[in-house]
């Protein structure tokens, strides 16, 4: 009898130990990784809250493999180590399944090595350098390909730009970008002579004598134009600053890459009317699915007044593809997930259909948009069809000959196509 107890009690222990934890697991968490304080809660709290959203539609519609989505929110603070503590914790801690989040390059950096070391998967929405693919992190923001060198074509083709000025934060982004577009306009004949570069801190706020340098730059009789790396609120001084220099989009146009319908609804926009912004998106698309998703966006956030932009659309694209590659994998497992994603499509919300490629970044549209006197933009410019995300850019010798593709076929995200070897990142 004794021992028909013991064998009763230690298969009692066997099945706390196995049903426990999945009771437990009630929920399927996920990852909110966004400043909500500090120089870029001006562009990426409203991320938050689309993330958010996109949770309560899901979880509306039944939830995701028969449980809901519960959503672990966490404020980085615009530090830049702070992304990688905090990503250590949703993964470490609160076992999120997935998370969506970061804006600069250099919160993605920093958390990047922690994907990697706990295996876990990030979703980014916003347009970034390139010259990266990793097996845990998903771009579904633009690559240079699909927002600056369009954005170029489009002003030396259309308005006839000669001089250039590559004016950016200071960080990754903007000099990695601004390197790739360099040597993208001495390819087209540009000389050095017309190519002028300013970079500037994370939250600057004085510009009267970088706007009244770039006046002078523009003045020696040739076509000249501002091609804009500038990130988070450092805009609203630097926009307030052109107009009170009069600096006109018919005398030096600016092309903006991180500026979008969030940032123009906190100043006044009149001066600013006819300076573009290349995205894969406005929220003046005209598309059934964009007019839902504005009604959805403003019906969440109870303000008909806010604005939907193109992180935003990035981030509603990479949770539906999510979504899919865990209904097709039938597991939330992160390496399940990241095979079962790749080739999956979902519609954005500019008529079209995004897919997810091999090297992790998907199918974008691209817009030139002008801006109106109401902080929206008027496209006067886009692409035929969508435009394959290239993690590795054509313009730089180092990385033209580097491949992604994390199929089993490289399995790799730093192929080098010459010596025929895996330098980065693989599994």
Request: charged share 20%; proline share 4%; aromatic share 10%.
């Amino acid at each position: 009898m004794q021992n028909y107890f013991r064998k009763v009690l230690a298969a009692s222990i066997l099945l706390v130990a196995t049903v426990s934890p999945a009771a437990a697991e009630d929920t399927i968490k996920v990852g909110v990784l966004h400043s909500l304080s500090g120089t870029m809660a001006i562009s990426e709290t409203t991320l938050k809250d689309t993330v958010l959203m996109l949770i309560d539609e899901q979880n509306k519609k039944g939830g995701l493999l028969g449980k809901q989505l519960e959503a672990v929110v966490v404020d980085p603070a615009s530090d830049w180590p702070l992304f990688a503590e905090k990503a250590r914790q949703l993964l470490a801690k609160d076992k999120v399944a997935v998370t969506f989040g970061c804006w600069t390059s250099v919160s993605r950096k920093s958390v990047l090595p922690v994907f990697e070391e706990l295996n876990g998967i990030l979703f980014y929405p916003v347009q970034y350098e390139g010259e990266e693919s990793s097996k845990n992190v998903f771009y579904t923001g633009a690559a240079p390909n699909q927002q600056a060198i369009p954005a170029v074509d489009y002003l030396m083709d259309e308005i006839g730009v000669k001089r250039w000025v590559l004016a950016g934060t200071d960080y990754v982004y903007p000099r990695t970008t601004n390197k790739i577009l360099e040597a993208y306009l001495k390819g087209k004949g540009v000389a050095d002579k017309d190519i002028m570069i300013n970079y500037t801190p994370f939250g600057h706020s004085d510009w009267q004598s970088i706007v009244s340098d770039v006046k002078k730059f523009g003045s020696v009789g040739k076509k000249t134009a501002v091609v804009s790396t500038i990130n988070g609120d450092a805009n609203v001084p630097f926009y307030k600053e052109l107009g009170n220099q009069d600096v006109s989009a018919a005398d030096i146009p600016v092309v903006a890459f991180s500026v979008g319908e969030e940032e123009l609804s906190g100043i006044d926009t009149k001066p600013l009317v006819g300076h573009l912004a290349a995205w894969n998106y406005f929220m003046s698309v005209d598309a059934r699915g964009n007019d839902n998703f504005i009604n959805a966006w403003h019906e969440f956030i109870k303000n008909k007044k806010r604005v939907t932009n193109d992180p935003m659309e990035a981030h509603y694209i990479g949770f539906n593809m999510w979504v899919k590659a865990v209904e097709a994998a039938g597991t939330t497992d992160p390496t399940a997930v990241q095979k079962a994603i790749i080739g999956v499509e979902s519609p954005n919300l500019s008529g079209g259909t995004s897919k997810m490629l091999a090297n992790h970044h998907i199918t974008k549209p691209v817009l030139i948009g002008e801006i109106q006197d109401d902080g929206q933009f008027a496209t006067v410019w886009e692409t035929d069809g969508l435009v394959e995300g290239d993690a590795w850019s054509d313009f730089l010798p180092e990385s033209k000959v580097i491949r992604a593709d994390w199929t089993p076929k490289l399995n790799c995200g730093n192929y080098n196509t010459l010596t025929k070897k895996c330098s980065g990142q693989n599994f």
